[in-house]
Each structure stands twice: as C-alpha cells, then as structure tokens.
T-cell receptor, first 114, second 114 residues
Framework: QQQVRQSPQSLTVWEGETAILNCSYE??????FPWYQQFPGEGPALLIA?????DKKEDGRFTIFFNKREKKLSLHITDSQPGDSATYFCAASESGGSNYKLTFGKGTLLTVTP | GGIITQTPKFLIGQEGQKLTLKCQQN?????MYWYRQDSGKGLRLIYYSITENDLQKGDLSEGYDASREKKSSFSLTVTSAQKNEMAVFLC?????????????FGEGSRLIVV
C-alpha cells in the first residue's frame, strides 16, 4: 500500500511561474512532512519541512501548505527558476523516540523552461 | 558539515552473484539507512540501523543483508543479484528521530546486473 502519494508525476512550468506540487497521505499518525529535492546524479537533500501543528511553512520562494483534515499538503515554488529543475519527494514520518522510518512518495519531476 | 561516501559508484555483476555496497559517514550520526530508488517508484527502505551493532528490516529487505560494522559504516549485500535488481541504492544517515529525522544522503551506487 502506498502511504504517501504525489501528483503530478511530472510538471513543466515557464521561468517565473509558480509550480505547485501535491502530496497526500493515509496514516493519521504522520506528523512530520519533509520535502526533499534531488538533482540528477545526486542524492536527495532536505529542502523544507513542516509539522502537523502548522498549516504553512515558508522559506524564501518555497512554501508548504498543509491541510490536516484532508491529509493533503502542497509545495509551492514561486518565481520558478531553471535551477529549480529537479525531482521533488514528499515524505512523512511519526515523531517520537522510537520511530526512525521516513516514508517517501514516488516524486514529481519538475522542469522549468527558460 | 559532513559527507556520506558510497562505494562503488557503479557496481556491475552477474545474475546470481553476491554483491556488496559500502557506505561511510563522518557526521558522527547514530542512525544509518539503505534505500533503493527505482525510476518512477520513489525511495523504498531496505534496512536501517539505529546505532552500532543494531539492524532493522525495512519494507524491502528480502534478498538483502546488511551489516553495521562500526558507527561510521554501513554495508548492504545483495545476496543473489537479479536483472530486476538494477536500481540506484542510496545510503543516508541521521542523528535520530528527535531531530525531526533529517536524512543526509550519499550520491548513490548504481547496480547493473548482466
């Protein structure tokens, strides 16, 4: 069963537009949601993260919007740049001293066209 | 800062062969992970190790063995390589769940089975 789902699978936007990447989850116990960015030939790297007590987290051009009731979140990338072209993974985990597992979605491949 | 070093970057083996991937980290992190990345399938957890000498199975452990030789190193063995095994294997480390469980990834090792 796929606990974290992402859409769309791929997305192309023009430079300067806002890219919106979607994520949903099934496990109500998930309360920590990081987004990882991966460039070709590299490992994923943490981009931005949100905890379920918040409904919005902003870091520069990157913003996460979180809807706990609907179990959905989205990553908005404003003023998209060609350097933002990468694969973005939504992930989820439960907080707590005994939980070490991070569950990833399948990723969204973002292409920003100049 | 620190770094995750995975060796080899490319591993070519024959079907049925036992193959080993190695990972070293100098973050001094307690927890280490092995993920498998297949195109279009995201990242799936194979094994993780909470601390030295610990080993925990992930969602995809069948067909693999792992060994945490010391705090800084974690190896993964494909017990009998199959052609559908060709994927990128990602090693990661983290301080642990209380930090929000940020994972730091290596660049990956690509397995090619001929």
């Amino acid at each position: 069963q796929q606990q974290v789902r992402q859409s769309p699978q791929s997305l192309t936007v023009w430079e300067g537009e806002t890219a919106i990447l979607n994520c949903s989850y099934e496990n109500s116990a998930f309360d920590y949601f990081p987004w990882y960015q991966q460039f070709p030939g590299e490992g994923p790297a943490l981009l931005i993260a949100i905890r379920s007590v918040s409904d919005k987290k902003e870091d520069g051009r990157f913003t996460i919007f979180f809807n706990k009731r609907e179990k959905k979140l989205s990553l908005h990338i404003t003023d998209s740049q060609p350097g933002d072209s990468a694969t973005y993974f939504c992930a989820a985990s439960e907080s707590g001293g005994s939980n070490y597992k991070l569950t990833f979605g399948k990723g969204t491949l973002l292409t920003v066209t100049p | 800062g620190g770094i995750i070093t995975q060796t080899p970057k490319f591993l070519i083996g024959q079907e049925g062969q036992k193959l080993t991937l190695k990972c070293q980290q100098n973050f001094n992190h307690d927890t280490m992970y092995w993920y498998r990345q297949d195109s279009g399938k995201g990242l799936r957890l194979i094994y993780y190790s909470i601390t030295e000498n610990d080993l925990q199975k992930g969602d995809l452990s069948e067909g693999y063995d792992a060994s945490r030789e010391k705090k800084s190193s974690f190896s993964l063995t494909v017990t009998s390589a199959q052609k559908n095994e060709m994927a990128v294997f990602l090693c990661a480390s983290s301080i642990g769940p209380n930090s929000g469980n940020t994972l730091y990834f290596g660049e990956g090792s690509r397995l090619i089975v001929v």
